[in-house]
T-cell receptor
């Protein structure tokens, strides 16, 4: 069975500080990976997707970047946090890109002060 | 760009009642549609997918798709308090997935 793990569970960070969020998928080879952002109680905004190691596509510009250093790992980062980065960050995987059910991780809650 | 709109924003139904959630989309070329459910503090979980016009039933959940009307709906029969959650409609378009703003469902015991 596939499992998806996100770390950390939650973060409180200062404006202007750097950030790195991680996501690991186990039990699935070469998954398509996604990062989403969600305001409290809000819709899911797709940020990035990746079909393979080293290849990441940006969907929206939010002063964030993403990398896929390993087949099972997806990293979201920024060098300078903004207040608007607060929210719930979700990692997901699917079998076929944008045409298949997406399976979400438990999420990381971020508060920027 | 694809617009996905859900209604109502919130819905309260009694335990055992029927909950009906609606979703409209704007891209006539969309082919894939999903309903996701998110309990508070958790990641969303897929409930159902529907790719052809008509009804698809899975247990207490029935999805209905009408591509000509740009409409997809979800009906939950015999609603349970555990069904209380935020429900999202998701639609593909131009190599992306677009989510609606969600319907907050509360099932009152």
């Amino acid at each position: 069975a596939q499992t998806i793990h996100q770390w950390p569970v939650a973060e409180i960070k200062a404006v202007g500080s750097p950030l790195s969020l991680g996501c690991t998928i186990k039990g699935k080879s070469s998954p398509n990976l996604y990062w989403y952002w969600q305001a409290t109680g809000g819709t899911l905004q797709q940020l990035f997707y990746s079909i393979t190691v080293g290849q990441v596509e940006s969907v929206v510009q939010l002063n964030l970047s993403a990398s896929r250093p390993k087949d099972d790992q997806f990293i979201l980062s920024t060098e300078k946090l903004l207040l608007s980065h607060s929210g719930f960050y979700l990692c997901a995987w699917s079998l076929h890109l944008h045409q298949d059910t997406q399976y979400f991780g438990p999420g990381t809650r971020l508060l920027v002060l | 760009q694809q617009k996905v709109q859900q209604s109502p924003e919130s819905l309260i139904v009694p335990e055992g009642g029927m909950a009906s959630l609606n979703c409209t989309f704007s891209d006539r070329n969309s082919q894939y549609f999903w309903w996701y459910r998110q309990h508070s503090g958790e990641g969303p979980k897929a409930l159902m997918s529907i790719f052809s016009n008509g009804d698809k039933k899975e247990g207490r959940f029935t999805a209905h798709l009408n591509k000509a009307s740009l409409h997809v709906s979800l009906h939950i029969k015999d609603s349970q308090p555990s069904d209380s959650a935020l429900y999202f409609c998701a639609v593909n378009s131009n190599n992306r997935i677009f989510f609606g703003d969600g319907t907050q469902l509360v099932v009152k015991p």
